[in-house]
């Protein structure tokens, strides 16, 4: 039977079908083929799985992330971030990774943020020099920082799955997406003066002019202390720090900055809708494919076989990372940590790996996936966004592919970049 519903799921994925439906037909069909189990369970599941009280935050914090878009909040963050660096050549695509990383700390959602900064940050790049195809690039891998960045979608639901402290993967997350942001700002860097652009014409970063961007997005800077605070100082949930987020996201734009009114909700309210809606499709439906594979114990078979293979830590976490980054660039977030989570997290738990340190790590190789040609996701948000053909890109992402790679396995084999902040704040 398992042979069948990867054979089948593999086939509907090459006919185009979409990744939820996909696992839902190649669940059914292969229940009806080879199991006795009536299709309600199929119902049962996804509705089991989508009724979680922490899914709540998730539309919450897509909600306040647009808000903070259709009000001023994201463009001072933008601002901010071309105060410091937008002088430096290559400085513009600089201040694209610094927005990606502000506004994913406040929308936690890869497509997001993508959607968001990529609007007005891909033609700003274009103009100073990047070929459309790198400036996609670069957008698309920035983007993906937002994942590990709190206050993170993906984590709060890696924390649903797994039981690993949200908190904990909050604070766990903060020191990996600045590096994987400062690597991408050197990548984009090194091309801007190998390829000799022009200087994007932003302020010197003297303090005054330093000090006047900060104070003007200090605002919008307070939503993540609120969340992050707030969760990890045990006063909220995530889903009530998600809800804290949304009500200063409408007080600042509303009544502070007054740059957004009552009637611009009714587009962000659709808009929240509909990215909640697939998002929550998405993990719901692959639950009766998990479900699946958990009956015929398919998870402890792989895990049995990996131990098998080997017992070294090394390359048992070298497999995990290659099985993630294969998985990554075809599977979406969602349904891949509902997969691979209860296959590697008693792996993980035998070489004696922390939970933050194995949570952190499977993000960020699932993340990194989702840049991967030819199917990375966070690579179409961002071709649709600029028009550009998948191929036009495929060279152009290599070198940032290649640092985020190597920040995967600096984070893979020193934990204190993941576990020393939870242990600071979480004593």
């Not at 090394?314 to 995990?320: A, E, Q, W």
């Not at 075809?330 to 922390?354: R, W």
């Not at 036009?392 to 290649?402: C, N, Q, S």
Request: glycine share 10%; net charge negative.
């Amino acid at each position: 039977m398992i042979a069948f519903l990867f054979i089948l799921f593999a086939a509907l994925l090459v006919l185009g079908v979409p990744v939820s439906f996909t696992l839902i037909l190649a669940a059914a069909l292969a229940m009806i083929g080879y199991t006795s189990f009536s299709l309600e369970v199929i119902a049962s599941r996804l509705f089991e799985q989508s009724n979680s009280f922490p899914l709540l935050a998730i539309p919450f914090f897509i909600l306040a992330g647009g808000i903070m878009s259709q009000g001023s909040m994201s463009d001072r963050l933008i601002k901010l971030a071309s105060a410091g660096v937008g002088q430096i050549r290559g400085g513009l695509a600089m201040v694209s990774v610094l927005a990606c990383m502000f506004f994913a700390a406040l929308s936690g959602s890869t497509a997001a943020t993508i959607a968001a900064v990529g609007m007005v940050m891909m033609p700003a790049l274009v103009e100073t020099g990047f070929s459309r195809g790198s400036a996609t690039a670069l957008q698309a891998t920035a983007g993906s920082v937002g994942i590990i960045i709190p206050p993170s979608i993906p984590l709060v639901l890696l924390g649903v799955i797994s039981g690993i402290s949200i908190g904990g993967l909050f604070l766990g997350g903060v020191l990996p997406g600045l590096a994987i942001g400062a690597a991408l700002m050197g990548v984009a860097h090194v091309i801007a003066r190998t390829e000799d652009h022009e200087p994007s014409g932003g302020q010197a970063a003297d303090p005054t002019t330093l000090f006047d961007a900060a104070k003007k997005a200090l605002l919008p800077l307070l939503t993540v202390l609120f969340v992050i605070g707030g969760i990890v100082g045990g006063f909220v949930t995530p889903t009530e720090a998600a809800i804290v987020a949304v009500v200063w996201a409408l007080f600042v734009s509303l009544v502070v900055y007054r740059d957004m009114t009552l009637a611009d909700l009714p587009e962000v309210l659709v808009s929240t809708a509909n990215l909640t809606g697939i998002v929550v499709f998405c993990i719901g439906a692959t639950a009766p494919f998990a479900w699946l594979l958990t009956i015929e114990q398919v998870p402890a078979q792989i895990g049995e076989a990996m131990l098998a293979l080997t017992t070294s830590p090394v390359l048992l976490k070298l497999m995990m990372i290659a099985l993630l980054l294969a998985i990554g660039t075809f599977l979406d977030l969602a349904p891949a940590m509902i997969l691979l989570v209860p296959l590697l997290l008693p792996i993980s738990e035998q070489i004696g790996m922390d939970p933050v340190h194995f949570g952190i790590m499977l993000t960020m190789a699932l993340g990194i996936g989702q840049s991967t040609p030819p199917v990375g996701i966070a690579l179409f948000v961002a071709c649709s966004i600029s028009k550009t053909k998948m191929e036009d890109i495929t060279g152009p992402v290599l070198p940032y592919l290649a640092v985020m790679i190597a920040v995967l396995l600096a984070v893979t084999f020193w934990p204190d970049l993941t576990t020393w902040l939870p242990r600071v704040f979480m004593r």
